[in-house]
């Protein structure tokens, strides 16, 4: 059990691993494309651009050289920003610069006369944005003359800024700050993806695109966009047809004509969401039952304990018999066993409930409702969805226990613990109910695969009490040897019905199936019957030493084992098999005879022949 869940556990890391190396590649390639569009967004941008580190000029774009008559960018990089600002106004640039680059991103306005590398002076209209980079700023430039001008927008201004805006992958969107993020302009791409035209979307709200419940952090979006100067941010675009695009969204602050715009690239998400919607599965649901896991519910407690005014409760639920599924039919049974018991915890709670794997065979479920009235409820209509279940390979039954956070003190491990131990006791008070039930459903399972099991056990019985009688065998050890005439082929629950019902020889690899119902019987009994286990195990030996699956020869072989491999090979010869008809009596006590000493105890089968001395019940002679 344990390696089979350190497998799981290795198996959810690499996947988590793989998703998240995936995640890391889309985040890496959707940064270079941020970085080359920003670069292109600096290089095109129709007014100008410096980047300032410490007030000295490390960038310009090109609206920048012609606004300073410069002919290329080494003769503006390196310089002081200051040397070219007029002395009558260094000293107020140089305060509003040391604000800019301060840890706290600001948007500064001025209008300044500087000295241009022709020697003439400009009045420049400027702002600046903190970048984020210590001691770095983003200066914009544009002569003061035009401040009052044609409004420069995609489309009238610097064709190659034009050509840049429409060309883009993405949907780029230009929208009007002032008046509540008012379209002015799109590209293509937009269009195409939202499912308007150009025209439909000029000049309405940009609220046309995005979903209701994304459509409120509008407010927020503009005040960081102001601090800052750029912004990223996700959303949800609605398109025409009601089609749902989560994108992530890249955004400048222009300044044009002296309206604040934002100049928006929309990066459509969608598999990133699915990507991270499948490492949250990866990280907070169990891969077995698909509900929470207990590192989720573990989060959730401590968020509940620091509210210190919320209730809860909290209920403990143990599946009784899993090991007895997985050892005798496979970890496989065993997780299909707990996927159901998990989707029946899922029918009977609320959608409010919290329901995880909480390790194992148990669950635990976070109730809201600290009502013990409303959780006893809960849990009587759980039980019933279980006992109402038709579950294979067995019934499926459940004990539960469940305490309730009562103080603000309380921490959900004691709650836990509260639940535990009455989840423990009712375990202990149930368990021969529980067992007993399992059995019966091994049982039935068994007698629905091979059609003379019931008969069989009852013949088998009567002939083995009777040989314990001969023997003088305690009441004790009468009861068990009963026992196991009736629980001796429990084992054959694992092997399949194909096999069992078989008409013809079987194949080695099918008898070598066959040959595995005593060790499945042997951890079958030894849960609670551990006084047959041994005999389930060893009722396939031989008294010469070449019988399965322990090679025991001789009294090694428990006495009550002894026993019924001879009354099981008698009844198996004087009764019909799918595969050839029953033995004539005497032929059948020949074959007992004649295995005397090799198969069977010689002193115990002078015993069993010694009967057919005397008139044979009718019992025995049935076919």
């Given at each position: 059990?344990?390696y089979?869940?350190?497998a799981?556990?290795?198996?959810a890391?690499?996947?988590?691993?793989?998703?998240?190396?995936?995640?890391q590649?889309?985040?890496?390639i959707r940064?270079?494309q941020?970085?080359?569009?920003?670069s292109?967004?600096?290089?095109?941008?129709?007014?100008?651009?410096?980047?300032l580190?410490?007030g000295r000029?490390?960038a310009?774009?090109p609206?920048?050289?012609?606004?300073?008559?410069?002919s290329?960018s080494e003769?503006?990089?390196g310089?002081s920003?200051?040397?070219?600002?007029?002395p009558e106004v260094r000293?107020?640039?140089?305060?509003r610069?040391?604000v800019?680059?301060a840890?706290e991103?600001a948007?500064r306005t001025g209008v300044?006369a500087?000295q241009?590398l022709d020697g003439?002076?400009?009045?420049?209209?400027?702002?600046?944005?903190?970048?984020?980079f210590?001691?770095?700023v983003l200066?914009?430039?544009?002569?003061a003359?035009?401040?009052g001008?044609a409004q420069?927008a995609?489309?009238s201004?610097d064709?190659?800024f034009?050509d840049?805006?429409?060309?883009?992958?993405d949907p780029?969107?230009?929208?009007d700050?002032?008046?509540?993020f008012?379209i002015?302009?799109?590209?293509?791409t937009a269009?195409?993806t939202l499912?308007y035209?150009?025209e439909?979307?000029l000049?309405?709200?940009?609220q046309?695109?995005?979903?209701p419940?994304?459509r409120?952090?509008a407010p927020?979006?503009?005040q960081?966009?102001?601090?800052n100067?750029?912004?990223?941010?996700?959303?949800v675009h609605?398109?025409?047809?009601g089609?749902?695009i989560p994108?992530?969204?890249?955004?400048?602050?222009?300044e044009?004509?002296?309206?604040p715009?934002?100049?928006a690239?929309?990066?459509?998400i969608?598999?990133?969401?699915k990507?991270?919607a499948?490492?949250k599965k990866?990280?907070?649901?169990?891969q077995?039952?698909?509900?929470y896991?207990?590192a989720f519910?573990?989060e959730?407690l401590?968020k509940?304990?620091k509210?210190?005014?919320?209730?809860?409760?909290v209920?403990?639920g143990?599946i009784?018999?899993?090991?007895l599924?997985?050892?005798t039919?496979?970890h496989?049974t065993?997780?299909?066993?707990?996927r159901?018991?998990?989707?029946l915890l899922?029918e009977?709670?609320?959608?409010?409930?919290l329901?995880a794997?909480?390790g194992?065979d148990?669950?635990?479920i976070v109730?809201?409702?600290?009502?013990?009235?409303?959780?006893e409820?809960?849990?009587?209509r759980?039980r019933?969805?279980?006992l109402?279940s038709?579950?294979?390979?067995?019934t499926?039954s459940?004990?539960?226990?469940f305490?309730v956070k009562?103080t603000?003190?309380q921490?959900?491990?004691?709650?836990?613990k509260?639940?535990d131990e009455?989840?423990y006791?009712?375990k202990l008070?149930?368990q021969?109910k529980?067992?007993?039930?399992?059995?019966?459903?091994l049982q039935t399972?068994?007698?629905g695969q091979?059609?003379?099991t019931?008969?069989h056990?009852?013949?088998?019985?009567?002939?083995?009490?009777?040989?314990g009688e001969?023997l003088d065998l305690s009441m004790?050890?009468?009861?068990?040897?009963a026992?196991?005439?009736?629980?001796?082929d429990i084992?054959?629950v694992?092997?399949?019905?194909?096999?069992?019902?078989?008409?013809?020889?079987?194949?080695?690899?099918?008898?070598d199936?066959i040959?595995k119902h005593?060790e499945v019987g042997?951890?079958i009994a030894?849960?609670?019957?551990?006084?047959?286990a041994?005999?389930?195990l060893t009722h396939?030996?031989r008294?010469?030493?070449?019988g399965y699956?322990?090679?025991?020869?001789?009294?090694?072989i428990p006495?009550?084992s002894?026993i019924?491999?001879?009354?099981?090979a008698?009844?198996a010869?004087?009764?019909?098999?799918v595969?050839?008809k029953a033995?004539?009596?005497e032929?059948?006590l020949t074959?007992?005879?004649?295995?005397?000493g090799?198969?069977?105890?010689?002193?115990l089968?002078?015993?069993?022949?010694?009967?057919?001395?005397?008139?044979?019940?009718?019992v025995?002679l049935?076919?």
């Amino acid at each position: 059990m344990k390696y089979y869940h350190n497998a799981i556990k290795l198996q959810a890391y690499y996947r988590v691993r793989k998703t998240l190396s995936r995640i890391q590649a889309e985040n890496a390639i959707r940064l270079l494309q941020t970085k080359r569009f920003h670069s292109q967004m600096f290089q095109l941008f129709p007014e100008a651009q410096l980047i300032l580190e410490k007030g000295r000029i490390v960038a310009a774009n090109p609206a920048a050289l012609r606004l300073f008559a410069a002919s290329h960018s080494e003769q503006l990089c390196g310089r002081s920003l200051l040397e070219l600002a007029l002395p009558e106004v260094r000293s107020a640039l140089a305060a509003r610069l040391q604000v800019a680059g301060a840890a706290e991103p600001a948007v500064r306005t001025g209008v300044e006369a500087y000295q241009r590398l022709d020697g003439s002076v400009a009045e420049i209209a400027t702002w600046e944005i903190a970048l984020p980079f210590p001691g770095r700023v983003l200066w914009f430039g544009r002569a003061a003359a035009a401040a009052g001008g044609a409004q420069v927008a995609p489309g009238s201004g610097d064709q190659r800024f034009q050509d840049l805006f429409h060309s883009l992958g993405d949907p780029v969107i230009l929208c009007d700050i002032a008046k509540p993020f008012l379209i002015r302009e799109v590209n293509a791409t937009a269009c195409q993806t939202l499912g308007y035209a150009r025209e439909e979307l000029l000049g309405q709200p940009s609220q046309l695109i995005i979903a209701p419940e994304w459509r409120a952090q509008a407010p927020k979006i503009a005040q960081r966009l102001q601090e800052n100067g750029k912004i990223c941010f996700e959303t949800v675009h609605q398109c025409r047809d009601g089609a749902r695009i989560p994108v992530e969204v890249n955004g400048l602050l222009l300044e044009l004509d002296g309206r604040p715009l934002l100049l928006a690239v929309a990066r459509d998400i969608s598999e990133r969401k699915k990507m991270e919607a499948k490492l949250k599965k990866l990280t907070f649901n169990d891969q077995v039952t698909g509900v929470y896991n207990r590192a989720f519910l573990e989060e959730e407690l401590k968020k509940l304990d620091k509210q210190n005014s919320a209730a809860y409760g909290v209920i403990l639920g143990d599946i009784n018999g899993l090991k007895l599924v997985n050892d005798t039919f496979g970890h496989e049974t065993g997780d299909r066993f707990l996927r159901r018991a998990a989707k029946l915890l899922q029918e009977a709670c609320g959608k409010a409930d919290l329901i995880a794997r909480w390790g194992g065979d148990e669950f635990a479920i976070v109730v809201p409702d600290p009502d013990v009235q409303a959780i006893e409820r809960l849990c009587r209509r759980i039980r019933k969805r279980f006992l109402s279940s038709e579950s294979q390979p067995v019934t499926l039954s459940i004990a539960l226990g469940f305490a309730v956070k009562e103080t603000p003190n309380q921490t959900y491990r004691e709650v836990l613990k509260e639940a535990d131990e009455r989840m423990y006791r009712n375990k202990l008070l149930e368990q021969n109910k529980s067992y007993n039930s399992l059995l019966v459903s091994l049982q039935t399972d068994l007698a629905g695969q091979y059609q003379e099991t019931d008969e069989h056990s009852r013949r088998l019985k009567e002939l083995a009490q009777r040989m314990g009688e001969v023997l003088d065998l305690s009441m004790l050890e009468k009861d068990n040897l009963a026992l196991l005439a009736t629980l001796h082929d429990i084992g054959k629950v694992a092997v399949p019905s194909s096999i069992l019902g078989k008409p013809g020889p079987l194949t080695p690899l099918e008898f070598d199936i066959i040959q595995k119902h005593p060790e499945v019987g042997y951890r079958i009994a030894k849960l609670y019957l551990n006084h047959i286990a041994e005999g389930i195990l060893t009722h396939h030996e031989r008294w010469d030493g070449t019988g399965y699956p322990l090679g025991l020869k001789g009294e090694q072989i428990p006495l009550i084992s002894r026993i019924i491999a001879i009354v099981d090979a008698f009844d198996a010869m004087t009764h019909d098999r799918v595969y050839r008809k029953a033995l004539r009596l005497e032929d059948a006590l020949t074959e007992i005879a004649r295995n005397s000493g090799s198969q069977f105890d010689p002193q115990l089968v002078q015993i069993f022949l010694n009967f057919f001395d005397q008139p044979v019940p009718n019992v025995l002679l049935e076919r």
